[in-house]
């Protein structure tokens, strides 16, 4: 059986951390699931959340006007690489560590603009830096609420660069996923597409076992005409602090591994005839995105399934300046028995699925409601409008979207360490890689309006 190149890159490169791609393909990917759901389709339920702020009815720009870059400010195309992944996991004694989680504070934290406040414009930023990079660091999230300043391009560039924030490429940048609203302002869309607005997303990190960005600045420029999209938040350390010990005992013992994408090979095709395959896809695609990927067939138990699955990693981590161990991955996104029972957008090409990496067995339904219950009890659905923006500990908070209706316009900036030259690292954007970027953009702009993935 022959693929074509764009069938490879995308079984590998449409369904990373978050912003899950359909296929063009349509029905012709959905298939029966056989081995990770119950044998009947499960029902569908939206996720709650622990606090639903109310909406506040703030307009905005026209897209016109906010997309409008200030040309005469250095252009940014040429940012750093998004800085390696701070691991450090072990020895951690977990009672300890859901004790110590218990005392942080809330998150997030809002901050709420006054006339004075916004009358300053960035001058409000730059006086106040220092103040809301330790709020962020103790909180792990900072909700600017109701500034003027950030309605636009060049506002929230203005306020970055106020904060002293230093942007990097996002860590899946190089699997085509992220496309710039606006490159030279270091600015990436967020998962506004059409195709993808009946998908909900859930918690997770902006992470890969190699790379992470330091910090997120999420910033609303058009919130959803019809309805919905709320951007979800929540924290590591209170979401560490509820789960119940044993299970968390356990998959810290265990560890997890995630598959992050699916290729489907006819069952009966020859032992070597699909080793070869494996290898062909290992050696020539595999290596296109910056992430360690091992092929592996039938993971999941449905025959012929070759599975991309990164390598194992802890669902805790030690936050890397403060050092307090969070839940740092993105179970409550990827584990398959939680996406069949809430809004889907997602073929068979890309259903992840999180698996204990020591006999490499799906999560348990159990396991998989106990994450679902410790998570979504801190979910704060922020109701953000436009000029609202979420800054993001990446290495404390983990964030999503629910799902929502007409158009929507988000984006993202993401952020290395400014003040640690070390792990920041020196590598700066590999140009090359860009063109797999488009590419990959184009084809998920061509999917077809409010995909429904169904596994029934």
């Not at 899946?172 to 997303?201: M, Q």
Request: glycine share 8%.
């Amino acid at each position: 059986m022959k693929f074509g190149q764009a069938t490879l890159l995308a079984a590998v490169a449409l369904p990373l951390a978050g912003a899950w791609a359909p296929s063009s393909a349509g029905a012709s990917m959905r298939t029966s699931l056989q081995a990770t759901i119950d044998a009947e389709a499960p029902t569908r339920e939206a996720p709650g959340a622990g606090y639903v702020p109310e909406w506040e009815g703030r307009t905005g720009l026209t897209q016109e006007e906010f997309l409008q870059s200030d040309m005469s400010k250095e252009d940014l195309s040429g940012m750093w690489e998004c800085p390696l992944t701070r691991w450090n996991p072990d020895n951690i004694d977990i009672k300890k560590a859901q004790r110590e989680a218990a005392k942080a504070p809330g998150c997030p934290k809002e901050l709420r603009a006054s006339a004075k406040d916004n009358e300053m414009g960035m001058e409000y930023f730059r006086q106040n830096k220092d103040t809301i990079r330790a709020d962020l660091l103790k909180h792990g999230a900072v909700w600017l609420r109701g500034f003027d300043l950030m309605q636009s391009v060049k506002g929230f560039r203005e306020m970055h660069e106020a904060l002293g924030l230093d942007p990097c490429l996002d860590p899946l940048h190089s699997s085509g996923l992220r496309k710039f609203t606006s490159e030279r302002d270091a600015l990436y869309e967020e998962v506004n597409k059409p195709s993808l607005r009946g998908h909900y997303i859930g918690l997770h990190c902006e992470s890969t076992t190699k790379r992470t960005a330091a910090y997120a600045a999420f910033v609303c420029f058009q919130r959803a005409t019809e309805g919905g999209g709320r951007f979800l938040v929540a924290d590591g350390a209170a979401i560490l602090a509820e789960m119940d010990t044993e299970v968390l005992q356990k998959l810290y013992d265990r560890q997890i591994r995630i598959s992050v994408s699916n290729l489907d090979v006819p069952p009966s095709m020859p032992g070597f005839v699909k080793e070869g395959f494996k290898n062909v896809v290992d050696a020539a695609v595999a290596p296109k995105f910056d992430m360690d990927l091992e092929m592996m067939y039938e993971m999941d138990g449905k025959p012929g399934r070759l599975q991309a699955v990164e390598k194992a990693e802890s669902p805790i981590n030690r936050h890397p300046v403060t050092g307090m161990p969070v839940w740092f991955n993105n179970a409550h996104n990827h584990a398959r028995k939680l996406r069949d029972r809430r809004p889907c957008g997602v073929p068979e090409v890309g259903m992840t699925e999180v698996f204990y990496a020591d006999t490499m067995e799906p999560l348990s339904l159990e396991d998989c409601n106990e994450i679902k219950r410790a998570s979504e009890k801190h979910i704060t659905a922020l109701s953000m409008e436009p000029g609202d923006v979420l800054l993001v500990d990446n290495y404390r908070a983990l964030h999503g979207r629910d799902v929502f209706q007409g158009d929507r316009f988000h984006a993202v900036s993401w952020f290395t360490w400014d003040d640690n030259e070390e792990w920041r690292g020196d590598e700066r954007r590999i140009v090359e890689k860009n063109g797999l970027n488009q590419a990959i953009n184009q084809m998920m702009d061509w999917l077809p309006k409010d995909f429904e993935s169904n596994q029934s």
